[in-house]
């Protein structure tokens, strides 16, 4: 007859070594669940409700935070989970990896063609290592520049610093001052170590990487008079348009055959772009998934950072890329990208808050 209940497993045998990882892992990450209902604290009554509707809908059960922005005017259409969007922020994972391979272009550090030796026999160049968020490429580039290049060109983009124009409820993140303990600059450089970036800065790196270099204040019109007297407000010109190409091509690669791949609507004419980050959180301990993102090249529409948070390893940047990808496809069906001009002007439902 078979036992009701398992004897315990052995320690010391190969399935009871893997049981005790598990409850290791388990016990280490509990705190933060996986699955919990991020929209319900939110207030969106100036949302535009078509891009609200689709990423709450494509973030469904996950423990997250969703950021979108208009590229052009930085202007935000829905920040789903506030609470995360508008606090400490998190490490950024391996969405650092644009702005060290922008530090370094601009830096001549490397060329869009040079190739750097990333295993005993493998050399790779930036789009590559962008697509395949190698890890090694971008540690040596970390280490050639140093890190006060490094922390340059990440203020520059507006790390540690808050994204928003009059949030109060907004936190800066954060930006060392000297390289982390853990790693480095090497670890900087490749995973973000030692930073707290959040949803509302990524998202707004992401519009600067669109539009072709303007950094705007994100603003959030929460009122009827907000809505009616918008105006952009541009934190900074960066003059990175030359070296955009090179940052692009890279992240475009992520999403047609790298980590990012899962963003992609096959029945849209929008391509995104984008970078996906993985990694565990220490400061918060959690796994994290990120994606930010853009879509389109040509006409940039709109631009997103998603943020994955929780205690399971299906929480990781190609799932993010999942929910981004959810969200292009979900505006694609209700027509949003075609009709995006129409919606954002005086007489809109999204203007007038409805």
């Not at 190739?115 to 970390?142: P, Q």
């Not at 060109?153 to 610093?161: F, H, S, V, W």
């Amino acid at each position: 007859m078979t036992a009701l209940f398992a004897a315990p497993v052995p320690a010391t045998t190969g399935a009871g070594k893997a049981v005790a990882r598990t409850r290791k892992y388990a016990s280490r990450y509990r705190g933060v669940p996986t699955f919990a209902d991020s929209s319900s604290a939110d207030i969106s009554t100036f949302d535009d409700p078509v891009v609200r509707e689709a990423a709450v809908e494509a973030l469904g059960r996950y423990n997250g935070s969703v950021v979108a922005v208009d590229p052009n005017t930085g202007r935000i259409l829905t920040v789903v989970n506030q609470k995360i969007a508008f606090g400490d922020g998190y490490i950024p994972c391996s969405t650092i990896k644009p702005t060290i391979a922008l530090a370094a272009l601009e830096e001549s550090v490397i060329t869009r063609d040079t190739m750097l030796k990333v295993s005993y026999r493998k050399y790779m160049n930036l789009t590559d290592a962008m697509a395949h968020s190698n890890n090694v490429f971008f540690e040596e580039l970390g280490r050639r520049m140093g890190f006060d290049t490094v922390s340059k060109y990440a203020r520059l983009l507006g790390l540690g610093e808050l994204a928003g124009y009059n949030l109060p409820e907004e936190h800066p993140g954060a930006f060392p001052s000297a390289p982390p303990a853990l790693g480095g600059i090497s670890r900087m450089s490749s995973f973000g170590e030692g930073i707290q970036i959040t949803p509302l800065q990524l998202a707004a790196l992401a519009a600067a990487f669109a539009n072709g270099g303007t950094l705007y204040y994100l603003q959030y019109p929460r009122t009827q008079e907000d809505v009616q007297n918008f105006a952009p407000r541009v934190k900074r010109d960066l003059n990175i348009a030359s070296i955009l190409p090179e940052i692009r091509e890279g992240m475009l690669a992520a999403v047609l055959y790298g980590t990012g791949k899962s963003s992609f609507d096959h029945g849209g004419d929008e391509t995104p772009l984008g970078k996906t980050g993985t990694c565990d959180d220490h400061t918060t301990p959690s796994h994290i998934g990120w994606f930010v993102t853009y879509a389109d090249e040509a006409h940039p529409k709109i631009a997103l950072a998603v943020l994955l948070r929780g205690n399971t390893r299906s929480v990781k940047g190609p799932m993010a890329a999942v929910v981004a990808g959810r969200i292009y496809r979900k505006l694609r069906e209700q027509n949003y990208f075609a009709e995006s001009t129409a919606r954002n002007t005086p007489l809109s439902p999204f203007v007038s808050g409805k």
